[in-house]
């Protein structure tokens, strides 16, 4: 049963152009969020984050929208990069289960110059 | 600072043998987690480790064990090797409680022949 989904395995994006990669999640106890970006042959670095309480979080190029009734989230990337190409998680946390981090399968993004 | 070290990057066994993967995270972090990467199925979370409590849990079968030591260093152990367990083994840090800053190791890349 897998709580968190990115349902698109992969998207290429022109380079200045919009990227938007989506996540939805079935667990309402959800109540923190991640996106978490790697690199081949590198471990995940995280990116940007967003309570619950909130509907957006903006940092530089990369915002995430969080809509709770419809448990679905989105990373905003604009302008999009050649080295923003890589496989992007979204992660989710309740937060009352310490630190047991529940992650999509992952998108990978190619941004073709 | 330094980062989360996972030792050693690579690993090639044969089925049936053991293996022990360790992980140092960052100075002063007290949380360890450990993640399996195979294609296809994202981070699959194994284990939480708390001063040297494990807090959490993922469904993998008890082949899988983990430890954690009083200066938080953390081994991950897989006894009885199958195939299947050939994949990128992430161990990620944080400072624990309500920080979600967690930062991933470059990971140790497992082959099982």
């Known amino acids: 049963d897998q709580q968190v989904k990115q349902n698109s395995p992969s998207l290429s994006v022109q380079e200045g152009r919009i990227s938007i990669l989506n996540c939805d999640y079935t667990n309402s106890m959800f109540d923190y969020f991640l996106w978490y970006k790697k690199y081949p042959a590198e471990g995940p670095t995280f990116l940007i984050s967003?309570?619950?309480?909130?509907d957006k979080n903006e940092d530089g190029r990369f915002t995430v929208f969080l809509n709770k009734s419809a448990k679905h989230l989105s990373l905003h990337i604009v302008p999009s990069q050649p080295g923003d190409s890589a496989v992007y998680f979204c992660?989710?946390?309740?937060?009352?289960?310490?630190?047991?981090?529940?992650f999509g399968p992952g998108t990978s993004l190619s941004v073709i110059p | 600072k330094a980062g989360v070290t996972q030792t050693p990057r690579y690993l090639i066994k044969t089925r049936g043998q053991q293996v022990t993967l360790s992980c140092s995270p960052i100075s002063g972090h007290r949380s360890v987690s450990w993640y399996q990467q195979t294609p296809g199925q994202g981070l699959q979370f194994l284990f939480e480790?708390?001063?040297?409590?494990?807090?959490n849990k993922g469904n993998f079968p008890g082949r899988f064990s983990g430890r954690q030591f009083s200066n938080s260093r953390s081994e991950m152990n897989v006894s009885t090797l199958e195939l299947g367990d050939s994949a990128l083994y992430l161990c990620a840090s944080s400072p624990g409680g309500q920080d979600y800053g967690y930062t991933f190791g470059s990971g140790t890349r497992l082959t099982v022949v």
């Open positions: 967003i309570s619950s309480i909130k």
């Open positions: 480790y708390f001063s040297e409590t494990q807090r």
């Open positions: 992660a989710a946390i309740v937060k009352t289960s310490y630190d047991k981090v529940i």
